[in-house]
């Protein structure tokens, strides 16, 4: 019990790095003596000191003899944008470190534990390993995936819609329950959507917060999928390209003049060669892993949403559901796609949280 509640300490420090440190994982460090917690730390911003690194020097002065560090992830054993914290750790004088997972990197998976065993620094594994799984999922879908940990947002009306059959959706949820939408978009690293709904909603898919009113810096690529490169001209995304980074993504055959325009009006175009649809989204989720996005934000429609619960690429969703019913058999459905044949293939949601936001039912979770 012990462990626990200083490793509880630590991830609760940890989570505070949330929209700042990506790629990185967010990481939490307390240091103990006499069961009392003397420093700690957390890794706060990508390029900054490390969580261990940041305890030890709220601890400068202290004679840490003996001590105990608790840390949510195993210490580096390499070079990266700062020196190993293994290194740091061997001239501290502390006896034991507890950790609650091990960094799945293949440049330290172990072999920073295996160092301070070396140096006689007694080392505790696994205290709270599920809670810390959980807290860096998307940093481990980085790296033992090799792309982005994929959230999708929906607004829907109570009989399961998108929009009616003329393609009309604005709005289904409520003004509070966009807020949510904005502080969501603002940690992410990429937005993604479909031509079929730039052209049906002419979005922006930029985060409409004051400087007061946000909680993270990340300004997300907008990324549209569009296989013929048809995203109009005078659309929001287009028009708006040269403020906010703008990818569109399209298949082989796309005619070469009408990119020369979509670039000159500041996107950036993404061909890629494979002629299945599926096939293409694969490999962008592999180049936007190459390009270090950890968290992509998907608001798209039912054909993309279809795509990516067939592929079992949905981690997370957030899904406002409106008390409105508009009925139709050619509105918009949430998920388009095969889906499942039977019930009991259905995906559920682990701990679902479900909470009222104004008129409006909010449920958010990760897929089991």
């Not at 978009?185 to 004051?210: E, K």
């Not at 795509?307 to 690429?313: A, R």
Request: some cysteine; glycine content about 8%; aromatic content about 4%.
């Amino acid at each position: 019990m012990e462990h626990e509640r200083f490793m509880q300490e630590a991830l609760r420090l940890a989570k505070q790095g949330e929209g700042f440190v990506e790629p990185n994982p967010m990481v939490g460090c307390v240091i103990v003596q006499n069961q009392q917690i003397i420093a700690q730390g957390f890794h706060s911003q990508f390029g900054k000191a490390h969580a261990e690194i940041e305890a030890l020097r709220n601890a400068a002065g202290t004679d840490l003899t003996g001590a105990t560090l608790y840390v949510t992830l195993e210490p580096c054993s390499h070079h990266g944008k700062t020196p190993p914290c293994t290194d740091a750790l061997l001239r501290t004088g502390i006896r034991r470190i507890v950790t609650a997972m091990r960094d799945p990197n293949p440049k330290v998976n172990g072999q920073g534990l295996q160092i301070l065993r070396n140096a006689g620094i007694e080392v505790i594994e696994d205290v709270l390993k599920d809670e810390a799984e959980r807290l860096n999922a998307p940093y481990l879908t980085l790296v033992q995936k090799q792309r982005p940990f994929i959230i999708c947002k929906w607004s829907m009306t109570l009989d399961g819609k998108l929009a009616t059959r003329t393609q009309h959706s604005a709005w289904i949820s409520n003004g509070d329950s966009r807020q949510i939408v904005q502080h969501l978009r603002s940690r992410m690293d990429a937005v993604m959507t479909g031509s079929g709904t730039v052209q049906s909603d002419n979005p922006l898919l930029t985060v409409r917060l004051s400087d007061a009113e946000r909680q993270y810096p990340r300004r997300p690529l907008r990324i549209i999928l569009d296989s013929n490169a048809f995203v109009p001209l005078n659309s929001r995304l287009v028009q708006t390209a040269g403020q906010y980074k703008t990818l569109i993504v399209t298949g082989p055959d796309v005619n070469s003049e009408r990119c020369k325009d979509l670039q000159q009006a500041g996107c950036e175009l993404l061909r890629l060669k494979q002629d299945n649809p599926q096939n293409r989204l694969s490999a962008l989720l592999a180049e936007l892993g190459r390009r270090q996005i950890t968290n992509l934000l998907v608001e798209g429609g039912g054909k993309l949403f279809g795509s990516l619960f067939d592929l079992g690429l949905i981690d997370e969703v957030h899904a406002f559901i409106a008390p409105k019913l508009i009925g139709g058999e050619k509105a918009v459905p949430v998920f388009g796609g095969s889906g499942v044949a039977k019930l009991p293939l259905a995906a559920v949601l682990k701990s679902p949280v479900i909470q009222t936001v104004g008129s409006d039912v909010y449920v958010r979770g990760r897929l089991k």
